[in-house]
């Protein structure tokens, strides 16, 4: 009878959550739970304040986050959600009231002339439309100002006579830091309000957001990156950190940027006050005759739905913005209604801020392990307690190489941030090194492959990358190569991935990729992973255990298909370093035959359009590999195609124009719009630009599709886009 053994912790004195572990038959696991039943309310909360009150001071005053955004809106819902049950509990002083931030010491403390307040926010268009009912039965008019949330710092600027006197950050909403000489270094910001085009109060406060354009938040980090430096989490956080430098210099090199979305005091003084101050929208037309940046992706709408079209497009284009936003602010157009409908402690009951799904969590790093590929490049790549980002759950990303490691900084055992925006692959941005424990442990970069066990090498002098050298033998490198074989942009067999190579050279039937062509039933009946485990009857047919599957069936015919397929794929199939399929179609095209791209000297093969020198010289060397001539003759004696016929191109209906594609469409994989488009002689780009003729949209789409429509390129359906194959663009 087999032994089960659990033992508790509790982590923290107050806390509801334990440790768990677990050992099983000699084994332990590791786990945590959290207690349901003595979930005392009060000492949840009290856990509840101190936590938020700590990141909070770790984000406000430290620049230095300790959980990700999605995580703080977490805990201050659920804060105020067992205020709301147990009224009791809300202190006057709880975070629930109050704003984040504090005055950091080494800047002098200023009064606010008007509090400057936090947004409540809203997580999905049933928040929005609860909101929107609770003004409309107050009396409050339908017209709402949308615009973006910009995700930097706010800040309030006052203007004395038309005079810049003061740049202010938040603080805790009644006081914030002067930091009027940093400000003063704003490209962009004016100091002085033109009086030419509008009436200039005695006094005004002007709030805005303070941020570091995308572009120069990515140019920062690369040249930290290729200093060896530490790089920045995020541009948020840059931001802050320039504005805070105690020397106006350092914050000068920064190219911070600012908008403008907000009036404090205003006291006109002697002058006559513009009537365009009585509206949300007409004070941006006000700020932006004084010579402020306004966004120019502010709109009123009215109703919900009117709003949700407005959320939609805005995050269609969150990622082709100069900034980065974390959702939209929705606010009411009338200013002499939003003082009737006033403010709690904390915020306006007149605005709402709309959250995006989060982009960044925080998790895990259990462990970072090696992986060797197809061309013996050597990766780390992490492992994480899997965790949801952006709609998927994310448990490994790539850490690229020793290099990076060491710049992110994360060990093993570190929180870490995990960042997945828009369709770009998941990345450990970088650890949270406020939540270390001591117990995290720094990881070596193994000087052996981790699957043949080969010392590595780099290439070259210089090169970041680590590479195992036995590329004939290596058994991690043998399986990535043939399963990289069926990839879209290669055979494009579905059948053929990782599991499947992997599966093939363990059951020992295929000693490298070599022999792919020739594998028969018999050869599959040896691989578990294609033999049926019982008797089975499909379609009238029956079949016994042992038997191939139908999978299996589908592998061998799949291959034989593949045999026939354009030479480009061969090519790209072989595996020849920075041969991808755009070089691959160049060199097919302009040799037509694989013993003619063999036969080309360097010379001729950087000739061709799309190639260059490095493709040549690599194209060289492959060829001059006696492995790889063996592979060659394998696979043109097992039947496979390796001259292109001329003649079968078809029509040339797309001659000259550049096509992209986005978004996923039923009838094409991505590689195959792309052969469609390149058949027909145009240019399947990846990226919308002027020149741009058509963009394709599929299901999902993302920004692209937002791109085209900005830019007035034609975007065509999938049925459009059938339509435009066959008979050109007329
Ligand atoms: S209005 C009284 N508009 O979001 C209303 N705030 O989460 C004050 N923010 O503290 C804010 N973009 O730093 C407003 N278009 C926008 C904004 C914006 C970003 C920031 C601001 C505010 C925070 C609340």
């Known amino acids: 009878m087999p032994r089960l053994w659990l033992e508790f912790k509790k982590l923290e004195p107050n806390a509801l959550n334990y440790s768990l ?192 354009p995308v572009a120069a938040f990515d140019e920062l980090n690369t040249a930290l990156a290729e200093e060896g430096k530490a790089t920045y989490a995020n541009p948020r956080n840059t931001a802050a950190g320039s504005l805070r430098q105690k020397d106006p210099k350092v914050t000068a090199t920064r190219p911070l940027a600012i908008t403008t979305y907000a009036l404090g005091a205003l006291e006109w003084g002697a002058a006559i006050p513009d009537p365009r101050a009585e509206t949300q929208i007409g004070a941006y037309a006000l700020l932006a005759d004084w010579g402020l940046p306004v966004s120019d992706l502010t709109e009123t709408h009215a109703g919900i739905a009117a709003i949700e079209g407005y959320l939609n497009r805005l995050e269609a284009r969150r990622h082709s913005l100069v900034h980065e936003i974390d959702g939209a602010v929705l606010k009411v157009n009338d200013r002499a209604a939003q003082r009737l409908l006033g403010a709690t402690s904390r915020a306006p009951r007149w605005a709402l801020a709309y959250k995006f799904p989060p982009e960044e969590v925080t998790t895990r790093l259990e462990d970072i392990r090696v992986g060797v590929g197809r061309t013996g490049r050597v990766t780390p790549y992490g492992v994480m307690t899997p965790v949801t980002v952006a709609g998927s759950t994310v448990a490994f990303a790539t850490l690229h190489n020793a290099d990076e490691v060491r710049r992110k900084g994360v060990l093993i055992g570190d929180t870490v941030v995990l960042r997945k925006a828009g369709d770009v692959i998941p990345e450990i941005v970088t650890a949270v090194v406020a939540a270390r424990t001591g117990t995290e442990r720094e990881w070596i970069m193994p000087t052996s492959c981790p699957s043949c066990g080969t010392t590595l090498a780099r290439q070259k002098e210089g090169d970041v990358d680590l590479r195992c050298p036995n590329a004939e033998k290596c058994r991690g490198q043998i399986v990535d190569r043939i399963g990289f074989i069926g990839s879209r942009g290669a055979f494009d067999i579905e059948v053929l991935g990782d599991k499947a190579a992997a599966a093939l050279v363990e059951a020992g039937v295929l000693d490298d990729e070599g022999g792919l062509f020739d594998l028969t039933e018999t050869d599959l009946k040896r691989v578990p992973l294609f033999t049926l485990d019982q008797d089975s009857k499909k379609d009238g047919v029956s079949r016994r255990a042992g038997d191939v599957s139908t999978n299996g069936l589908k592998l061998l015919e799949n291959l034989e298909a593949a045999k026939a397929r354009p030479l480009w794929r061969v090519l790209v199939a072989l595996s020849i370093r920075h041969v991808g399929p755009t070089a691959a179609r160049a060199l097919a095209s302009a040799f037509g035959s694989l013993d ?13 359009d799309g190639v260059g020198p490095v493709i040549a010289r690599s194209v060289q060397e492959w060829f001059g590999v006696p492995w790889h001539a063996r592979i060659v003759e394998r696979w043109g004696a097992a039947g496979v195609r390796m001259v292109d016929e001329r003649g079968d191109a078809g029509e040339r209906t797309l001659e000259g124009l550049a096509i992209v594609v986005t978004g996923s469409l039923q009838g094409f994989s991505r590689e195959g719009a792309t052969e469609a488009i390149v058949a027909r002689g145009g240019k399947a780009s990846s990226s919308v630009s002027k020149n741009t003729d058509f963009v394709v949209v599929g299901e999902n789409a993302g920004s692209k599709a937002a791109k085209a429509e900005e830019l007035g390129v034609p975007i065509l359906d999938e049925a459009g886009f059938t339509r435009l194959l066959e008979n050109g663009p007329g």
């Open 596 to 608: 003619a791209i063999r036969a080309a000297d360097e010379v001729t093969l950087s000739a061709v």
């Open 21 to 212: 572990r677990a050992n099983v038959g000699g084994s332990w696991w590791n786990g945590a739970v959290t207690d349901p039943i003595s979930q005392d309310p009060r000492a949840r909360h009290a856990e509840l304040v101190q936590e938020i009150e700590a990141h909070r001071a770790a984000y406000y005053e430290r620049d230095q986050p300790t959980v990700s955004d999605a995580e703080y809106d977490a805990l201050e819902r659920e804060l105020r959600e067992l205020e709301a049950m147990h009224p009791e509990l809300a202190e006057p002083d709880s975070p629930s009231h109050t704003v984040g931030g504090a005055v950091a010491t080494g800047f002098a403390s200023v009064r606010h002339r008007e509090r400057m307040m936090s947004l409540d926010n809203a997580f999905d268009l049933k928040d929005v439309a609860a909101w929107l009912d609770r003004i409309e039965k107050g009396g409050g008019p339908r017209e709402l100002v949308c615009e973006p949330k910009i995700d930097g710092l706010s800040i309030s600027l006052t203007y004395e006579d038309g005079i810049l006197t003061q740049g202010v950050t938040r603080g805790d909403g009644t006081t914030g830091e002067d930091v009027t000489a940093n400000i003063k270094t704003i490209a962009g910001l004016t100091h002085r309000l033109d009086r030419e085009r509008a009436p200039v109060p005695s006094i005004v406060e002007i709030r805005g957001e303070v941020y570091l």
